[in-house]
T-cell receptor, first 114, second 109 residues
């Protein structure tokens, strides 16, 4: 049973426009969410996170929005740049936080075209 | 910041041989580390939880005798793929908490 879902496997955006990546979760007890960026043949790198006490967290071009009632979060990248092309994963710590175990969504491959 | 070093980054081996992948936490201790596997175009699948000083905990469907995990110290966990076969070819990634290694691309001929 997929507890964290990214329903869009891919997204293509023009350079300079906004990229919006979506993530849904099933367990309302999740209280912390992370976004990772992953290039091919590399490990994921942490991008941005949000706690459930907030509904928005911003870091430069990256903003994450959390809608707890809808159990939905989204990552906005604006303006999008070609170097942003990568696979983006949302993740949540395991409910019992087993030493940092993360549950990942399926990932969305973002392609930013010049 | 915290860094996890994973080695080797790429390994090619013959079918039937064993391959060891190392995962080290630099400048911090990790009593728990995690091993993931990623197939092309797919998500990161947790294989096992590596526990310092005790047995690893494997996810359902992961063969513990095939994927041997040893967490001998607070900074090192190793994953050994025993008697590797072509279907074991994949991208293996370790993590300590929210920090990930760079991954190991295993190709079994």
């Amino acid at each position: 049973d997929q507890q964290v879902k990214q329903n869009s496997p891919s997204l293509s955006v023009q350079e300079g426009r906004i990229s919006i990546l979506n993530c849904d979760y099933t367990n309302s007890m999740f209280d912390y969410f992370l976004w990772y960026k992953k290039y091919p043949a590399e490990g994921p790198t942490f991008l941005i996170s949000i706690s459930s006490i907030k509904d928005k967290n911003e870091d430069g071009r990256f903003t994450v929005f959390l809608n707890k009632s809808a159990k939905h979060l989204s990552l906005h990248i604006v303006p999008s740049q070609p170097g942003d092309s990568a696979v983006y994963f949302c993740a949540v710590p395991s409910f019992y936080n087993q030493g940092g175990k993360l549950i990942f969504g399926q990932g969305t491959e973002l392609s930013v075209k010049p | 910041g915290a860094v996890v070093s994973q080695h080797p980054s790429r390994v090619i081996c013959k079918s039937g041989t064993s391959v060891k992948i190392e995962c080290r936490s630099l400048d911090f201790q990790a009593t728990t580390m995690f091993w993931y596997r990623q197939f092309p175009k797919q998500s990161l699948m947790l294989m096992a939880t590596s526990n310092e000083g005790s047995k690893a905990t494997y996810e359902q469907g992961v063969e513990k005798d095939k994927f041997l995990i040893n967490h001998a110290s607070l900074t090192l966990s190793t994953l050994t793929v025993t008697s590797a076969h072509p279907e074991d070819s994949s991208f293996y990634i370790c993590s300590a908490g929210a920090v990930f290694g760079a991954g190991t691309r295993l190709s079994v001929l």
